[in-house]
């Protein structure tokens, strides 16, 4: 039975519904029914082709490749050296037409063959360029965006984080706080389907949610959930229950520290007088801004999408909390993922 890796199958299935060749075609056809396992008599009977053509064209793949069906190198023979396509590379990536006095933000292949013209002498059209481009193995996509952290005040509050752990007296403790929101409709998740039937997530429409604050202990790993009132959003109220609920279900140490993100609600004025009140039984430290993978709780939440709402198919909002709320049950205690901090001792 004939083996063709990933490429090789995309490239002869490409052949063999897009090529203008209709003799190609016919080709890469015998060779996919080959790989297939399709039996010669019935690659002869659905071809009409005799064992001596299903012969040559399979000979020729084993020796040559596609360019033994093709005859030739497949595409316009490419005049220029690969010199000018790293060039290009190189602009694209590490550099912007600012850099050369271009009043734009980023590359066009017009732009392109324009500085090319002018710095090299090399006279080519946008299409070229953009062919040029895609031989560099560059693609024209919508980038992703990204927040950079202040990496020198990241180490700085890292640092403290860590040395706050590796000096915790026993009758103090430590929590990651993070919220999270439960939706009626589903975070959207791969699963397993008929092929070239895509299967359906039917959903309610109108869509409600609820957020849950919660933390997990840096001791136990045992997570502590408090659940929003209905349409309560993240705001300083729904910290401070969780707060309170922290102190009452930590009572047997003398002082929480509980590290969370930057979010306006964890420093609000009725949060600050909340911790002014409460001042040495509980103290709220700050991570490193954009830095969730600083935080355990998160991959708490990440398991609960995988879990229970991705894709879910719960009727309405209360159901979905049931479930929710079994499974954080169910999974507790958890393991605290990430290497960024130092284990905790025995308590």
């Not at 930057?262 to 004025?269: D, E, R, V, Y």
């Amino acid at each position: 039975m004939l083996s063709l890796s990933t490429t090789q199958r995309d490239e002869l299935l490409a052949i063999y519904r897009k090529d203008s060749d209709p003799e190609l075609r016919f080709r890469a056809h015998i060779i996919l029914l080959l790989a297939d396992g399709h039996p010669w008599d019935n690659i002869e009977s659905m071809l009409f082709c005799s064992s001596r053509t299903v012969d040559r064209w399979l000979k020729r793949f084993q020796a040559e490749g596609l360019e033994g069906l093709t005859g030739r190198k497949r595409g316009r023979p490419f005049r220029l050296g690969f010199g000018w396509v790293a060039i290009l590379v190189n602009w694209v990536t590490t550099t912007t037409p600012s850099d050369f006095g271009f009043l734009r933000s980023r590359w066009s292949c017009v732009l392109l063959a324009l500085l090319l013209r002018e710095r090299e002498g090399v006279r080519v059209s946008r299409e070229t360029v953009r062919r040029w481009l895609h031989r560099g193995h560059l693609v024209y996509r919508r980038p992703r965006p990204t927040l950079k952290p202040d990496e020198d005040e990241r180490q700085v509050k890292l640092a403290e984080l860590r040395k706050l752990l590796e000096e915790m007296p026993e009758d103090e403790t430590a929590v990651w706080q993070d919220e999270v929101e439960v939706h009626t409709n589903p975070k959207i998740g791969r699963m397993w389907m008929f092929k070239g039937r895509q299967a359906k997530v039917e959903t309610p429409g109108t869509n409600k949610k609820r957020h849950i604050s919660g933390s997990i202990h840096w001791r136990t790993g045992q997570v502590f959930v408090t659940e929003a009132a209905p349409k309560q959003g993240r705001d300083g109220a729904l910290f401070i229950k969780h707060l309170d609920d922290l102190r009452r279900r930590l009572r047997r140490y003398r002082k929480i520290h509980v590290i969370c993100d930057n979010a306006g609600s964890h420093t609000s004025l009725e949060v600050i007088q909340y911790l002014w009140k409460h001042e040495g039984r509980i103290e709220v430290h700050l991570l490193p801004a954009y830095s969730p993978d600083l935080n355990p709780i998160e991959r708490v939440w990440w398991h609960l999408h995988e879990n229970i709402t991705r894709n879910h198919r719960c009727k309405d909002l209360e159901e979905l909390l049931d479930r929710v709320f079994t499974w954080l049950g169910q999974a507790n205690p958890f393991q605290i993922e990430g290497s960024a901090y130092p284990k905790a001792r025995a308590a």
